[in-house]
């Protein structure tokens, strides 16, 4: 430790023209310094948090709610939900699924737009990731909250037992699992090397002994040593490489979890593909409004700029139309088998007890987003963060509406039977938002939200053009 | 342990100019510390990412061969049952279980490697005694040259250094 | 201790509870329950086919004799360790034929209901049996100086001991009445008929419900599909319905037509006119109505000694007799049950009531009735019977008439009590206990005993003397050894006892006549029938019952407010809003039924409910129509309907009734003698199944033969511990029944018509259920059963979201296991389980197994006498109960089994072929015998 302390004085210069006077704020960035001063500032030197206490606030009781009902939930049994033997899956599900498509987003940025070269994202892909990390976890105590004997959610897993038995691999819930566990490990990994050589940088900068040992001792001894650098962008590289697959299977298995069954409007090839097309379209809605917070809250209008937003609603408008493409697609293969069931079904879709939260869901994933072919509109904060939430209403509502259409009308009309949500099906929904915000003011108040060394790369690369 | 002088230059391009003259002029380069990955330099420096490579791909593909063997192994031969009468034996569901998992263990793999190679955690290390180590992770390229026996090629060196662009020059041990 | 314990808590149990006598109670039942689980005192015969002797964990099966309405049918009761488990029926016994009703089912929940009146309540707040005798005394004196004769009123008494018990009294006590009653109605004459359905080829029912509950819902039953088997001689009978709101019958008939009871009665004599050959002027009815009419009449005249007129007991009794005068002319199948011997008639009930409201009435014996309740629920009784000063009342329950009497008896179940009991055929069965009394009870025999002056009545000495009336008979031994054991009196008879057949009844004084109920000045009138799963109000507090669906509307836990949708609409109201019915009388207020085929002007209403002092299960349920009209008119004329702003939707089990478009091949149909169209073996990818088991279980259902009277459902629950839910539960759609019995609307919109469809589990070849389920919990046996593992099941509930036919059911909430609904937890009601079934956990899926565990119990019998288990030897549950044997059960490889005959019927099918799910259960086409000259004839 010792040799962190006394390693780490930082040069007085540095320090100086590092100090930006409070409040000022940075128009643009040229300098790494300046880089440097901008993101880790916030985090080292006495700034006041008010904004962040307020918001702490909210999240905090957010979050209380939230584990209150998971704990009265455990103990009166999950008949509190608005379940019915019929409609067995309820609001769990769709939140799963809802929050594992904003998990993916988190990684697909961050690994395929590393892999395409596109250097606008160095200023999101930390948002991104933590937002993996934080949503993925959550996701993974939906199916928990679902099970009718949670305490043993651990027989999904192979492991020596009394009674000799094993998982049932043919399940797609065993694949859910193995997919959900994989994949939040892999993004906190994936996280953490990307956050080592910041984390030096925090360490160095550090006025305080406090942070400084806390910061060393996360940046392992980090020495931006060229030859470490070299060994580090290889493994980055390929983790990188390994995401995108994974993501793509990850949300792909989710889809199996409804296209492996025999129910109409389930049992469709297309659902993997669009299931992982629909979890870009959430994340990056749920990336938008997170980039537009922390621009706000931590002054990095310099950084995260409004061009990044218009390459991300760019990015939006062509999911969304891929999105109205696959539903198009099912409405015409759900006609065209013939299948009375199926046609049935589709009716039911537009016509039936549903239809309203069926016809807004349309209008929010296909219709809104149609209004980024305006670059006024790709160029306005304000109309951009609205789409953004409009579409994860909207994909929240397809998730909802996938579950209950199928199992409320289904082959045997003798029980169509309807869905009706209780109080507890809707504290565990927002409670899971706040929770979400808790964990995030948490990793912007200890952590960089932008990467680093990253945009130091970016800064100095845009200098030399 | 040897002791090395640390040069601090204001860029990239200026440290790989520097790196480049010295090598015709024979200073042994111990090694470069810079605020981003310098493109090249680390392989210039002959660091090896084999290791890593190598481990994510034996961690991965071993892990996955082990799911598939588990699968295989009690779905068929430790404890077979009829699931509705679909074969014990069911092969085309069984590759996404060892897929997903091998992903993950080829990223933990890499990471024990990637750990190993560079020495890692490695909290206490001489470098950071030098004043000039704490810019390398912010605005400063740092190059550290082999410490000539005499002072005077010492002092000639550093003067060649200071030729080269380097705003300053530390005495350090690495 | 048992005693002292118990008699504590009873008059605690009246008020509030406290904790300490909630403790009281708590040990109470537990010591009853503990001291009661013993076989009775006296010797008992356990029924000859299964081993004598107990076997610590073996089952003991008993005949026995259960009433309903006062009639018995004969069962055979399962008990294990001296707990009777389970109810089955007698196949000696003409009334049972093997089968059950819903009633005779759900008899246990009755005996182990916590609710149960334990003890003996008097006037202080601890009274001993002791007491009342001594109080009895002094009554019993002066009834002899005829001070204060003795009144006794019963409902409909069948049994030949309580009878000789009755006449020996009316010697002992000079100036003694007794008075008897039938909840239903004292239209006696009509719902006494058994119609030999089975030598019937047209049968027109004039609003009756043979095929309705009742004590002979089994026999008319099986007599009815007997007659519409294809293979039945004399071809396959048609039945025409001419009801006012829709029946069993009704929902069973090849042709129906919707009448107000006024008009039945009219259209009833003009058929008797026209068969007798001298016609009057013909009823006006619309064109429809009078082609179905005359063209029923043409059928009939065609049919005739097998053209059978049916008068139901809403018809004058002018119009009844007419029609059965008719149809003794012409020789129609229809004979009358057995009615009581001319020499001992009690009064009717209308007499008591003048008695009681004059003051004449001061030593006063309800036994096992409640007026308070189902015959004059008004304050005038009520006020009168408080007045009354040595009242007793000995019942099951402490319920509304007792609140009103100085002594309420606890009276002994029929399962604890020795007693016999004739059937409506006539058929007398002896009624053994199964279980010595739970609590301080005493039979009806006991308690008569009591007022004859025994100090220590037995009723198994009453019982005995009956049939034994020279001292030193030396056969007596042996035949009454044989009874018992058959479960059928043969060979003797009684001094007193209800003569079958042709027994001439007098009409009752008040006939009401319905033709006065005319619909004109836009009234309705009311038509009061017994509920299908409560009947008369005596199983109101009956869990099993009340969450046990209506045949028709798949309501439960409420009786609805029936009526055609031309009225609703008149009155701009829909299902679920309460309507409010008014008459002269009183006034009720019930959720609204709309029912597509009921009459115009009709309000449906159903009695049994609206009890406020039935125990914590069936107080403050539904209303009680007998609030319309005191007295037993069912037919009340001049009631106002009114539309309130509350709604009480129905909790009910089924949503969805129509089946348009293809759905309609979830339920096909074919005329007789028609066939489905042949589909072959399905080719799979894994090749032909190959059994490695030498049973392959299967299932065939005869839709054509299901009547939709619920007996497989409640028999289902009873075998398979299914819990019961409570109201709320299932109006969250979590009832929770393993086999339902979907009922669709088919036919066309001017002859709405029902079809029923039992449904278990498919017990899929290829399920779909269990490849989805992470933990091998759903998985299949070698037999071919599709078995749910409860202890590996984590609750993802893929397997049901999966399941095509939704036949799985989820534990909620742990509805056997902690947190059952109101007193269903309390002991001694867990006594009832079956103990070879798992009682379920919370978060478990559960489901239809073909009752495995009888499976594996044959199968041990079978490894024991080293021989495969023969076909018919094993029976499911639901097989069982079936009166019509529409449930066939059987082993595939067995070339010759049933099933395998079944399956290769033309009208098989299999539901939702086309997803290849291959299910072990599947049907036979429902058949319709249309009459090809009415419109919609076709099938």
């Given at each position: 430790m010792s040799a962190i302390v006394s390693g780490a004085e930082p040069l007085p210069p540095a320090g100086e023209t590092a100090g930006a006077p409070q409040g000022e704020r940075l128009t643009h960035v040229d300098t790494l310094d300046a880089v440097n001063t901008l993101v880790s500032g916030p985090l080292l030197d006495r700034r006041r948090w008010r904004r962040w206490w307020i918001a702490m606030i909210v999240a905090s009781l957010l979050t209380i709610l939230f584990f209150g009902s998971m704990i009265y939930l455990f103990y009166e049994g999950i008949g509190i939900f608005g379940n019915n033997s019929i409609v067995v899956w309820g609001y769990p599900i769709a939140n799963y699924v809802w929050w594992i498509g904003i998990g993916n987003a988190g990684t697909l940025i961050s690994s395929m737009l590393l892999l395409t070269h596109q250097h606008w994202r160095a200023a999101i892909n930390r948002l991104a990731e933590a937002m993996t990390l934080m949503a993925v976890a959550i996701a993974g105590l939906m199916p928990i909250m679902h099970m009718g004997r949670p305490l043993y959610f651990y027989w999904l897993a192979p492991y020596p037992n009394t009674m000799a038995l094993w998982p049932q691999w043919r399940s797609a819930l065993i694949w859910d699992f193995w997919a959900i566990l994989s994949y939040l490990l892999f993004s906190i990994v994936f996280w953490y090397t990307g956050l080592i050589p910041d984390l030096a940088t925090l360490r160095d900068r550090a006025i305080t002994p406090g942070k400084r040992i806390f910061y060393g001792a996360l940046a392992l001894g980090w020495r931006n040593s060229a030859r470490h650098w070299h060994i580090y962008q290889t493994y980055y590289r390929t983790m990188a490489a390994l995401a995108t697959p994974l993501v793509c299977s990850v949300h792909s298995i989710v889809g199996l979890d409804f296209a492996a069954s025999l129910m109409p409007g389930w049992q469709e090839t297309i659902f993997p593909p669009y299931f992982v097309v629909g979890a870009m379209y959430s994340g990056f809605g749920i990336v938008v409004v997170l980039c537009a917070a922390a621009r706000w809250g931590l002054d990095l209008e310099s950084l995260i700029t409004i061009r990044h937003f218009e390459l991300m609603a760019k990015v939006m408008l062509m999911a969304g139309t891929v999105m109205f493409l696959s539903y198009a697609t099912e409405w015409f293969s759900a006609w065209y088998s013939g299948r009375g069931v199926d046609r049935r079904f589709l009716t039911f879709e537009f016509t039936g007890a549903y239809a309203p939260l069926y016809w807004i869901m349309i209008f929010c994933n296909c219709i809104v987003v149609q209004a980024f072919w305006f670059r006024t509109v790709r160029r306005s904060l304000t109309a951009i963060v609205i789409i953004s939430i409009l579409i994860n209403i909207g994909m929240w509502l397809e998730r909802i509406l996938i579950v209950w259409n199928t199992l409320s009308h289904h082959y045997i009309a003798s029980m169509w039977r309807l869905f009706y949500p209780t109080l507890w099906d809707w504290l565990i929904l927002f409670g899971s938002l706040g929770f979400f915000a808790f964990l995030y003011l948490l990793f912007a108040r200890f952590f960089p939200v932008v990467s680093i060394h990253e945009v130091r790369e970016l800064v100095h690369r845009e200098a030399i053009r | 342990?040897?002791?090395?002088?640390?040069?601090?230059?204001?860029?990239?391009?200026?440290?790989?100019?520097?790196?480049?003259?010295?090598?015709?002029?024979?200073?042994?380069?111990?090694?470069?510390?810079?605020?981003?990955?310098?493109?090249?330099?680390?392989?210039?420096?002959?660091?090896?990412?084999?290791?890593?490579?190598?481990?994510?791909?034996?961690?991965?593909?071993?892990?996955?061969?082990?799911?598939?063997?588990?699968?295989?192994?009690?779905?068929?031969?430790?404890?077979?049952?009829?699931?509705?009468?679909?074969?014990?034996?069911?092969?085309?569901?069984?590759?996404?279980?060892?897929?997903?998992?091998?992903?993950?263990?080829?990223?933990?793999f890499g990471l024990a490697a990637l750990l190993w190679s560079t020495g890692l955690p490695g909290l206490n290390h001489p470098f950071f005694d030098a004043r000039l180590s704490a810019r390398a992770s912010q605005d400063k390229f740092l190059l550290a040259v082999a410490m000539p026996e005499t002072t005077d090629m010492a002092f000639r060196l550093r003067d060649r250094l200071a030729g080269l662009g380097a705003d300053t020059v530390e005495e350090a041990e690495l | 201790?048992?005693?002292?314990?118990?008699?504590?808590?009873?008059?605690?149990?009246?008020?509030?509870?406290?904790?300490?006598?909630?403790?009281?109670?708590?040990?109470?039942?537990?010591?009853?329950?503990?001291?009661?689980?013993?076989?009775?005192?006296?010797?008992?015969?356990?029924?000859?086919?299964?081993?004598?002797?107990?076997?610590?964990?073996?089952?003991?099966?008993?005949?026995?004799?259960?009433?309903?309405?006062?009639?018995?049918?004969?069962?055979?009761?399962?008990?294990?360790?001296?707990?009777?488990?389970?109810?089955?029926?007698?196949?000696?016994?003409?009334?049972?034929?093997?089968?059950?009703?819903?009633?005779?089912?759900?008899?246990?929940?009755?005996?182990?209901?916590?609710?149960?009146?334990?003890?003996?309540?008097?006037?202080?707040?601890?009274?001993?049996?002791?007491?009342?005798?001594?109080?009895?005394?002094?009554?019993?004196?002066?009834?002899?100086?005829?001070?204060?004769?003795?009144?006794?009123?019963?409902?409909?008494?069948?049994?030949?001991?309580?009878?000789g018990q009755i006449a020996a009294l009316k010697q002992q006590y000079p100036g003694m009445r007794w008075f008897a009653y039938d909840p239903l109605g004292d239209d006696e004459s009509a719902r006494s008929l058994i119609p030999r359905l089975d030598r019937a080829s047209?049968?027109?029912?004039?609003?009756?419900?043979?095929?309705?509950?009742?004590?002979?819902?089994?026999?008319?039953?099986?007599?009815?599909?007997?007659?519409?088997?294809?293979?039945?001689?004399?071809?396959?009978?048609?039945?025409?319905?001419?009801?006012?709101?829709?029946?069993?019958?009704?929902?069973?008939?090849?042709?129906?037509?919707?009448?107000?009871?006024?008009?039945?009665?009219?259209?009833?004599?003009?058929?008797?006119g026209r068969l007798e050959g001298h016609p009057g002027s013909p009823l006006s009815l619309e064109k429809g109505a009078r082609h179905f009419v005359d063209q029923m009449i043409a059928d009939l005249q065609g049919?005739?000694?097998?053209?059978?007129?049916?008068?139901?007991?809403?018809?004058?009794?002018?119009?009844?007799?007419?029609?059965?005068?008719?149809?003794?002319?012409?020789?129609?199948?229809?004979?009358?049950?057995?009615?009581?011997?001319?020499?001992?008639?009690?009064?009717?009930?209308?007499?008591?009531?003048?008695?009681?409201?004059?003051?004449?009435?001061?030593?006063?014996?309800?036994?096992?009735?409640?007026?308070?309740?189902?015959?004059?629920?008004?304050?005038?009784?009520?006020?009168?019977?408080?007045?009354?000063?040595?009242?007793?009342?000995?019942?099951?329950?402490?319920?509304?008439?007792?609140?009103?009497?100085?002594?309420?008896?606890?009276?002994?179940?029929?399962?604890?009590?020795?007693?016999?009991?004739?059937?409506?055929?006539?058929?007398?069965?002896?009624?053994?206990?199964?279980?010595?009394?739970?609590?301080?009870?005493?039979?009806?025999?006991?308690?008569?005993?009591?007022?004859?002056g025994q100090t220590a009545p037995s009723g198994y000495?009453?019982?005995?003397?009956?049939?034994?009336?020279?001292?030193?008979?030396?056969?007596?031994?042996?035949?009454?050894?044989?009874?018992?054991?058959?479960?059928?009196?043969?060979?003797?008879?009684p001094q007193f006892t209800l003569s079958a057949g042709n027994a001439e009844i007098s009409p009752p004084a008040s006939s009401q006549s319905p033709s006065d109920a005319s619909a004109a000045d836009g009234s309705f009138v009311a038509l009061i029938q017994p509920d299908p799963t409560i009947y008369d109000g005596r199983f109101t507090n009956n869990a099993w019952l009340q969450e046990c669906p209506k045949p028709l509307s798949k309501g439960t836990w409420t009786n609805a407010?029936?009526?055609?949708?031309?009225?609703?609409?008149?009155?701009?109201?829909?299902?679920?809003?309460?309507?409010?019915?008014?008459?002269?009388?009183?006034?009720?207020?019930?959720?609204?039924?709309?029912?597509?085929?009921?009459?115009?002007?009709?309000?449906?209403?159903?009695?049994?409910?609206?009890?406020?002092?039935?125990?914590?299960?069936?107080?403050?349920?539904?209303?009680?129509?007998?609030?319309?009209?005191?007295?037993?008119?069912?037919?009340?004329?001049?009631?106002?309907?009114?539309?309130?702003?509350?709604?009480?939707?129905?909790?009910?089990?089924?949503?969805?009734?129509?089946?348009?478009?293809?759905?309609?091949?979830?339920?096909?149909?074919?005329?007789?003698?028609?066939?489905?169209?042949?589909?072959?073996?399905?080719?799979?990818?894994?090749?032909?199944?190959?059994?490695?088991?030498?049973?392959?279980?299967?299932?065939?259902?005869?839709?054509?033969?299901?009547?939709g009277c619920n007996a497989c459902v409640v028999a289902c629950q009873v075998e398979n511990n299914v819990a019961v839910v409570g109201p709320d539960e299932v109006a969250n759609g979590r009832a929770m029944h393993w086999l339902r019995i979907d009922s669709y609307n088919i036919g066309t919109a001017e002859e709405p018509r029902h079809g029923f469809e039992p449904v278990p589990c498919m017990q899929c070849e290829k399920a779909p259920c269990e490849p989805v389920c992470p933990v091998e919990a759903s998985v299949h046996d070698t037999e071919g059963l599709n078995v749910q593992v409860y202890n590996r099941c984590v609750g993802t509930r893929f397997c049901q979201s999966n399941c095509p036919y939704k036949v799985r059911r989820f534990n909620w909430f742990a509805y056997n296991s902690g947190q059952e609904y109101?007193?269903?937890?309390?002991?001694?009601?867990?006594?009832?389980?079956?103990?070879?079934?798992?009682?379920?956990?919370?978060?478990?899926?559960?489901?239809?197994?073909?009752?495995?565990?009888?499976?594996?119990?044959?199968?041990?019998?079978?490894?024991?006498?080293?021989?495969?288990?023969?076909?018919?030897?094993?029976?499911?549950?639901?097989?069982?109960?079936?009166?019509?044997?529409?449930?066939?059960?059987g082993n595939l490889q067995d070339k010759g089994s049933k099933v395998n005959a079944r399956r290769a019927d033309p009208r098989h099918f299999t539901l939702l072929e086309e997803l290849g799910t291959r299910p072990r259960t599947t049907y036979l086409a429902r058949v319709r015998n249309a009459n090809p000259k009415l419109a919609g004839g076709s099938a």
């Open positions: - | 342990m040897s002791s090395v002088l640390l040069a601090a230059f204001e860029d990239e391009e200026r440290l790989v100019d520097a790196i480049g003259k010295l090598r015709e002029e024979r200073v042994r380069i111990v090694d470069a510390f810079t605020p981003y990955p310098v493109e090249g330099l680390g392989a210039a420096l002959g660091a090896n990412p084999f290791p890593v490579r190598a481990a994510m791909l034996i961690g991965g593909l071993g892990t996955a061969g082990l799911c598939w063997f588990i699968e295989w192994f009690s779905a068929a031969i430790a404890f077979p049952f009829d699931s509705g009468s679909r074969p014990h034996n069911s092969w085309p569901v069984f590759p996404l279980f060892p897929f997903e998992f091998g992903v993950l263990m080829a990223g933990v | 201790m048992n005693d002292t314990a118990a008699s504590h808590a009873a008059p605690a149990s009246r008020i509030e509870i406290s904790r300490r006598t909630a403790l009281k109670l708590f040990t109470g039942g537990i010591a009853a329950s503990l001291a009661g689980c013993s076989p009775p005192a006296e010797k008992n015969m356990p029924y000859v086919d299964m081993p004598e002797g107990l076997v610590p964990g073996e089952p003991q099966y008993y005949a026995t004799a259960l009433p309903l309405g006062g009639y018995g049918r004969g069962v055979i009761v399962k008990a294990v360790d001296g707990r009777p488990i389970k109810v089955s029926g007698n196949p000696r016994h003409p009334a049972s034929l093997g089968s059950t009703d819903v009633f005779a089912e759900a008899a246990l929940v009755e005996l182990y209901d916590p609710e149960r009146s334990r003890d003996i309540r008097g006037t202080q707040p601890i009274n001993g049996w002791t007491d009342f005798l001594g109080e009895l005394q002094q009554w019993s004196g002066k009834a002899k100086r005829g001070e204060a004769p003795l009144h006794l009123v019963t409902s409909t008494v069948a049994s030949p001991t309580l009878l047209v049968i027109v029912s004039l609003g009756a419900d043979p095929l309705g509950s009742g004590p002979m819902q089994i026999m008319a039953s099986r007599a009815f599909i007997n007659g519409r088997m294809p293979e039945s001689p004399g071809g396959m009978s048609r039945l025409y319905a001419i009801e006012s709101t829709w029946t069993l019958t009704g929902a069973n008939a090849d042709h129906r037509l919707a009448l107000p009871p006024d008009k039945i009665d009219a259209l009833a004599m003009e058929i008797v049919a005739g000694a097998g053209g059978l007129l049916l008068p139901g007991p809403m018809l004058r009794e002018e119009t009844v007799q007419a029609v059965l005068q008719s149809g003794k002319r012409r020789g129609a199948p229809l004979d009358r049950a057995a009615a009581l011997p001319a020499q001992l008639r009690p009064e009717a009930f209308a007499a008591f009531e003048e008695a009681l409201h004059s003051r004449k009435v001061q030593n006063l014996l309800l036994l096992d009735c409640n007026p308070a309740f189902d015959a004059a629920p008004d304050a005038k009784f009520a006020n009168a019977l408080k007045g009354v000063p040595f009242a007793v009342h000995a019942g099951l329950y402490d319920n509304e008439t007792a609140d009103l009497c100085r002594w309420q008896l606890p009276l002994s179940h029929p399962l604890e009590a020795w007693s016999d009991l004739t059937s409506a055929d006539g058929t007398v069965a002896i009624v053994q206990p199964l279980i010595r009394p739970l609590y301080d009870t005493r039979s009806q025999h006991e308690i008569l005993g009591f007022y004859a000495d009453a019982v005995r003397q009956t049939w034994n009336r020279e001292p030193q008979d030396k056969g007596f031994e042996d035949w009454w050894r044989d009874a018992l054991v058959k479960g059928v009196v043969s060979g003797r008879s407010v029936s009526l055609a949708p031309e009225d609703a609409a008149a009155l701009g109201a829909s299902d679920g809003d309460v309507l409010a019915v008014s008459s002269s009388e009183g006034k009720i207020e019930g959720p609204l039924r709309i029912d597509k085929g009921q009459a115009r002007g009709v309000v449906g209403l159903t009695l049994g409910y609206g009890r406020t002092d039935a125990g914590a299960i069936g107080n403050g349920l539904g209303y009680n129509p007998r609030l319309l009209s005191p007295g037993f008119q069912n037919v009340v004329p001049g009631v106002h309907v009114k539309k309130t702003d509350r709604r009480a939707p129905i909790p009910s089990t089924q949503m969805h009734f129509s089946l348009e478009g293809d759905l309609r091949k979830l339920l096909p149909e074919v005329a007789p003698g028609g066939s489905l169209p042949e589909s072959g073996p399905k080719p799979s990818l894994f090749g032909p199944p190959q059994p490695r088991d030498p049973y392959s279980w299967a299932m065939v259902i005869d839709a054509a033969a299901c009547t109101k007193d269903l937890g309390e002991d001694p009601m867990p006594a009832r389980n079956n103990p070879d079934v798992t009682v379920r956990a919370r978060g478990v899926m559960e489901k239809c197994t073909y009752c495995v565990q009888r499976i594996s119990g044959a199968r041990r019998d079978a490894e024991k006498a080293d021989r495969p288990i023969a076909d018919g030897e094993l029976k499911t549950a639901c097989q069982e109960a079936c009166p019509t044997r529409a449930i066939t059960f």
